[in-house]
């Protein structure tokens, strides 16, 4: 089946969010905000008069500063000496169409919003790219924790179960909320999401010759196709709902806002968790990971364990072909991998860290093969 072009879009989306964070970057790396970098400045007097016009209670003067923390969105923090705000726009240069789609996020965060689900409230949505030079939302600012670091090192031990129930409870909560039910109905193609997202990731991999071929890959790519479980659901999946994409509160472990929904469409449930649960097996100087950590000293919850708890919060008896899923997911990232690769062969990787993320490919491939062989 062929991809479709929302798909195609974020084909290239996803290789810009893929990987922005690691054990080995610090949380200075990543936590709080910088002057704007270079190339990322707009219109800043042309924002506060949007603000002013658009958004009650708004009065400057306003100092605007860019996030740390790695996003394929570029996001601002707007501070007046009232309260403070958050910006998210689309990158500047051109862009593949319909990628980095800001109205996407406003859409999904606005809708779920109204049903109590965890996210930043919307403020105001801009559609007019003659306003900063391109479209943006503006948002609340969350204030809480984020937590860089899967094995949750900052957490008191005795605690730490209870941070990864609220993960799980959350991703369940999501998956059941019905995309009919909040007006997004339309966000995605219900249906044969498995045949067209390996169709997707197939399609990049074998056209990108720079990047070269991979044994490992070439046998992923005859086998998933036919390895696909009965199974076709269809819920809103966040995409990329990992520890880092996620405010705790302050001091309980509550997530307060779901971030980075840049990913997010309609798709299979079980493949938004198996993303999730794949930091079980996920190297962390790749993402945030836990994988070759013994997670008993920890007091982290077994995958096994983890898995059933997903189980109980979504009303299923178990995952049939649950390593289906995982392999899938490794797949996916390893694709986005190769198409980094073939951009650092090409010179066209603009992230400082492309050529670290291109030398992890063959890792992702042997981790996803890994998780086929037990689907045998």
Not at 53 to 76: D, I
Request: hydrophobic share 40%; charged share 20%.
């Amino acid at each position: 089946m062929e991809p479709c072009e929302e798909d195609q879009a974020r084909l290239g989306q996803a290789a810009g969010s893929a990987g922005v964070t690691s054990r080995t970057a610090s949380a200075e790396d990543n936590l709080g905000t910088t002057a704007v970098r270079p190339g990322f400045g707009f219109d800043e007097a042309a924002l506060a008069r949007w603000m002013q016009q658009n958004l009650e209670g708004f009065a400057g003067p306003m100092q605007v500063r860019q996030f740390k923390g790695g996003q394929s969105n570029p996001t601002f923090q707007v501070k007046t000496p009232a309260r403070s705000y958050v910006l998210r726009r689309k990158p500047p240069g051109p862009l593949a169409r319909g990628a980095h789609a800001v109205d996407r996020e406003a859409r999904v965060i606005a809708a779920l919003g109204k049903v109590g689900f965890p996210v930043a409230r919307l403020l105001g949505f801009c559609g007019d790219p003659d306003v900063i030079g391109s479209e943006f939302f503006v948002m609340e600012m969350v204030e809480g924790r984020i937590f860089w670091d899967a094995r949750f090192p900052e957490v008191p031990q005795a605690e730490r179960p209870a941070y990864f129930s609220a993960m799980n409870a959350t991703l369940a909560r999501l998956h059941a909320i019905d995309p009919a039910d909040v007006g997004l109905s339309d966000y995605g193609r219900p249906g044969n999401y498995f045949q067209r997202q390996i169709g997707l990731w197939t399609k990049s991999y074998l056209a990108d010759t720079d990047a070269g071929r991979n044994p490992g890959m070439d046998r992923l790519i005859a086998w998933l196709p036919d390895a696909i479980p009965d199974s076709d659901e269809t819920a809103i999946i966040h995409g990329d709902f990992r520890c880092d994409n996620l405010i705790f509160h302050p001091v309980e472990p509550r997530i307060i806002a779901v971030l980075d929904w840049e990913l997010s469409t309609l798709g299979h449930p079980l493949a938004d968790f198996a993303y999730h649960a794949m930091m079980y097996r996920m190297p962390p100087d790749i993402v945030a990971g836990l994988g070759g950590t013994d997670p008993v000293p920890l007091n982290i919850p077994a995958e096994r364990a983890y898995v059933a708890e997903y189980c109980a919060n979504t009303g299923r008896d178990g995952i049939e072909g649950y390593d289906f899923y995982i392999a899938f997911n490794f797949f996916r990232m390893a694709a986005i991998f190769h198409g980094i690769k073939g951009r650092v062969i090409r010179g066209q990787a603009v992230s400082a860290h492309s050529e670290a993320r291109a030398a992890q490919f063959e890792r992702l491939v042997r981790l996803a093969e890994q998780a086929a062989e037990e689907c045998v």
